[in-house]
């Protein structure tokens, strides 16, 4: 049978969520296989089908019989959803990529043939796949680096992209004290010092919904929000990573103590990212947070956001953002050589 590959992801599972960094990195796998020669079917979920441009088929109307590969791109390789998927298609050879693996342990893992993870315990992080078509699609941005004064009149827009509770890292999270501590540092903005240089804050959600108007329809949306920031403010790590594809300064948080996939991106992109987890970690009493516990992560976040909005953080998001059309190119090499010869990379 001639391989024909089967795309899922996190937009693919009903109960899954879709982001703007699961589609661009699906776009960006499916690129791939089909420049190489590969028969490809992205397989959605009942909303995302109705995305504009979407294309593809619903997953649940996918024949596992009519594949030789499935092929699961992007998110963390955990839970329910992703063993069910991978044993509904047992016929076809499963190779994940992209992915998040935070336990070797983790039976999910057991389900997939190959897995060609972005990070991983005791691997070296490489840069995630939504990079890559994220850049393309910004390409008609002008970041080049501008000097301190240039900000738009009325100061910078902060875009702020934050992440749910990740479920994921278990007991390492910390996203509720992070994210209180982050809210209150946002809202001081308006009267504090640095306010002057502040000129708005912009909720910007990477969760896709076709069904409303209140979220974007497409990654393309996520990007042209982004792009219009002169910082994004992020939890997340697709946060991260599509601000540097277009070229924005992002002030990256990692809410999980020890270090989760923030940090992972950060090291693959040599970009700082503000340990808020670690720096919270035991200052968090029966869920509530203890007086004085943050003093530390709003200095972080101070000199980060300062960091960000003068010319060492606009050089170095155009230096990215020129990087990005390369991001996860040695995955994606070993991806298609495992599907075009039938073997592991």
């Given at each position: 049978?001639?391989?024909?590959?089967?795309l899922?992801?996190?937009s693919?599972?009903?109960?899954?969520?879709?982001?703007?960094?699961?589609v661009?990195s699906?776009?960006?796998?499916?690129?791939?296989?089909?420049?190489?020669?590969?028969a490809?079917?992205?397989?959605?979920?009942?909303?995302?089908?109705?995305?504009?441009?979407?294309?593809g088929l619903?997953?649940?109307?996918a024949?596992?019989?009519?594949?030789?590969?499935?092929v699961?791109?992007?998110?963390?390789?955990?839970?329910?959803?992703?063993q069910?998927?991978?044993?509904?298609?047992?016929?076809c050879?499963?190779?994940?990529v992209?992915?998040?693996v935070?336990?070797?342990?983790?039976?999910?893992?057991?389900?997939?043939?190959?897995?060609?993870?972005?990070?991983?315990?005791?691997?070296a992080?490489?840069?995630?796949?939504a990079?890559?078509p994220?850049?393309?699609l910004?390409?008609?941005?002008?970041r080049?680096p501008?000097?301190?004064?240039?900000?738009?009149?009325?100061?910078?827009?902060?875009?702020?992209?934050?992440?749910?509770?990740?479920?994921?890292y278990g007991?390492?999270?910390r996203?509720?004290?992070?994210?209180?501590?982050?809210?209150?540092?946002?809202?001081?903005?308006s009267t504090?010092?640095?306010?002057?240089?502040?000129?708005?804050?912009?909720?910007?959600?990477?969760?896709?919904d076709?069904?409303?108007?209140?979220?974007?329809?497409t990654?393309?949306?996520?990007?042209?929000?982004m792009?219009r920031c002169e910082?994004?403010?992020t939890?997340r790590?697709h946060?991260?990573?599509?601000?540097?594809?277009?070229?924005v300064?992002?002030?990256?948080?990692?809410p999980?103590?020890?270090?989760?996939?923030?940090s992972?991106?950060?090291?693959?992109w040599?970009?700082?990212?503000v340990p808020?987890?670690d720096?919270?970690?035991?200052?968090?009493?029966?869920g509530?947070?203890?007086?004085?516990?943050?003093?530390a992560?709003?200095?972080?976040?101070?000199?980060?956001?300062a960091?960000?909005?003068g010319?060492?953080?606009?050089?170095?998001?155009?230096?990215?953002?020129?990087?990005?059309?390369?991001?996860g190119?040695?995955?994606?090499?070993?991806?298609?050589?495992?599907?075009?010869?039938?073997?592991?990379?």
């Amino acid at each position: 049978m001639t391989q024909r590959v089967l795309l899922v992801g996190w937009s693919s599972v009903v109960h899954g969520e879709a982001t703007a960094g699961d589609v661009l990195s699906m776009r960006a796998v499916e690129g791939a296989l089909r420049a190489a020669g590969v028969a490809v079917d992205l397989a959605w979920s009942p909303v995302m089908a109705a995305a504009p441009g979407a294309g593809g088929l619903e997953l649940g109307s996918a024949d596992p019989g009519g594949y030789t590969h499935l092929v699961w791109a992007c998110g963390p390789l955990h839970g329910r959803s992703v063993q069910e998927v991978a044993q509904r298609f047992t016929g076809c050879r499963r190779i994940a990529v992209g992915v998040s693996v935070v336990d070797d342990a983790d039976p999910a893992l057991a389900a997939w043939d190959l897995v060609l993870p972005r990070d991983a315990p005791g691997a070296a992080p490489v840069r995630d796949l939504a990079a890559g078509p994220a850049a393309v699609l910004t390409s008609g941005w002008d970041r080049s680096p501008s000097a301190p004064g240039d900000e738009p009149r009325g100061g910078p827009v902060l875009g702020v992209c934050l992440a749910p509770g990740q479920a994921e890292y278990g007991a390492r999270r910390r996203h509720d004290a992070v994210g209180e501590h982050l809210g209150e540092w946002l809202a001081s903005l308006s009267t504090s010092s640095t306010a002057e240089r502040v000129g708005a804050r912009l909720a910007v959600d990477t969760r896709l919904d076709p069904r409303g108007w209140r979220d974007p329809h497409t990654a393309a949306e996520v990007l042209v929000a982004m792009g219009r920031c002169e910082v994004v403010v992020t939890s997340r790590l697709h946060g991260l990573v599509l601000a540097l594809a277009a070229g924005v300064p992002a002030l990256a948080l990692d809410p999980v103590a020890g270090g989760g996939k923030v940090s992972a991106q950060g090291e693959a992109w040599g970009w700082p990212v503000v340990p808020a987890g670690d720096l919270l970690d035991g200052a968090v009493t029966g869920g509530a947070v203890t007086g004085g516990a943050g003093a530390a992560l709003r200095e972080a976040l101070d000199r980060g956001l300062a960091w960000c909005l003068g010319p060492k953080g606009r050089t170095a998001a155009a230096r990215a953002a020129a990087q990005a059309p390369h991001a996860g190119a040695d995955q994606l090499d070993a991806l298609v050589t495992a599907v075009v010869g039938g073997h592991a990379a």
